[in-house]
C-alpha cells in the first residue's frame, strides 16, 4: 500500500532547505485533523521522510500539508513545503 517514499522539506525564506521534523508530518496525517479520506494513505516515517500508495495526489498532499504547518505555525510567511518523491 505505502509504496511511495516522499521527501518532506520546508524552504526558508532565506534560501535553505530542511527537512521538516517527524513530529510535523506525523501531526497532518491524523485523519482526525486534515478529515481528508485521500490522505489515509500516507505514513510519516521519520524526520522529512513519509510514504504514501499511489492514489495519493502529491501536488494536493504538498498544499494541504502547507496549509496545515501554516496553521500550527510551522511554517512562517515566505516559507514553502517541498515534496520529492524518492524513486
Partial sequence: ?????????????????????LAWIDSFAMRNF?????????LPVGDGWMEAGR??????????????FRRKGYCAGGEVVELEESV
Avoid at 500500500?1 to 530542511?18: D, N, Q, T, W, Y
Avoid at 486534515?34 to 500516507?42: H, R, W, Y
Fill in 1 to 21: 500500500m505505502f509504496v511511495r517514499k516522499i521527501r518532506v522539506r520546508r524552504r526558508l525564506a532565506s534560501g535553505g532547505v530542511e527537512d521538516c521534523p
Fill in 34 to 42: 486534515t478529515n481528508d479520506a485521500v490522505f489515509d494513505d500516507t
Fill in 55 to 68: 492514489r495519493v495526489p502529491l501536488e494536493r498532499l504538498r498544499a494541504a500539508m502547507e496549509e496545515w
